[in-house]
T-cell receptor
Framework: DADVTQTPRNRITKTGKRIMLECSQTKGHDRMYWYRQDPGLGLQLIYYSFDVKDINKGEISDGYSVSRQAQAKFSLSLESAIPNQTALYFC?????????????FGPGTRLTVL | KNEVEQSPQNLTAQEGEFITINCSYSVGISALHWLQQHPGGGIVSLFMLSSGKKKHGRLIATINIQEKHSSLHITASHPRDSAVYICAVRASGSRLTFGEGTQLTVNP
């Protein structure tokens, strides 16, 4: 079973709809991240969380919100989706316990906003 | 100017060729990562470097901290190596800054 899972894997929605993307991990990591990837651009950080009570904005947080429901779960919400939020979204996790702090990525969610 | 620049943006090679992908960055870093993104979109971490050189199978990653430069080499390339290779740097904390990626195509 994958260590970092994302649901849904694909979603098509309409402008103005509320969308939630979910991420779960079984790695026991304390740190979780949400990124978006647009064609021809590098990954951009939306939000990150260093533990359940710690939420931080990334480079492009406008139009997004997050919830860290538990150490293993980190959800990304688009309150009112717009077409320029069409992108590939990745969740990632890392461990702060003194190791190499490598980030482990989920499989991605392809979101299309019409 | 982006903090992380990769070259080339696109690379096409014949099976068996030696491949080099370059990454230059403009800030002081604590670590540099090389990632591989498969055609289906999934991202896998290949290496994390803070100095010197690492090798895993046919993949070799090097970093020169003074020159703010890293290279990813693939020896005896194979069509299954076709993917996007992404360089990312960590300046502080756990936040990564990503390059735009290098699209590698290896033809049989």
């Amino acid at each position: 079973d994958a260590d970092v899972t994302q649901t849904p894997r694909n979603r098509i929605t309409k402008t103005g709809k509320r969308i939630m993307l979910e991420c779960s991990q079984t790695k026991g990591h304390d740190r979780m991240y949400w990124y978006r990837q647009d064609p021809g651009l590098g990954l951009q950080l939306i939000y990150y969380s260093f533990d359940v009570k710690d939420i931080n904005k990334g480079e492009i947080s406008d139009g997004y919100s997050v919830s860290r429901q538990a150490q293993a779960k980190f959800s990304l919400s688009l309150e009112s989706a717009i077409p320029n939020q069409t992108a590939l979204y990745f969740c990632a996790t890392s461990d702060s316990s003194g190791g190499p702090d490598t980030q482990y990525f989920g499989p991605g969610t392809r979101l299309t906003v019409l | 100017k982006n903090e992380v620049e990769q070259s080339p943006q696109n690379l096409t090679a014949q099976e068996g060729e030696f491949i080099t992908i370059n990454c230059s960055y403009s800030v002081g870093i604590s670590a540099l990562h090389w990632l591989q993104q498969h055609p289906g979109g999934g991202i896998v971490s290949l290496f994390m470097l803070s100095s010197g050189k690492k090798k895993h199978g046919r993949l070799i990653a090097t970093i020169n901290i003074q020159e703010k430069h890293s290279s990813l080499h693939i020896t005896a390339s194979h069509p299954r190596d076709s993917a996007v290779y992404i360089c990312a740097v960590r300046a502080s904390g756990s936040r990564l800054t990503f390059g735009e990626g290098t699209q590698l195509t290896v033809n049989p």
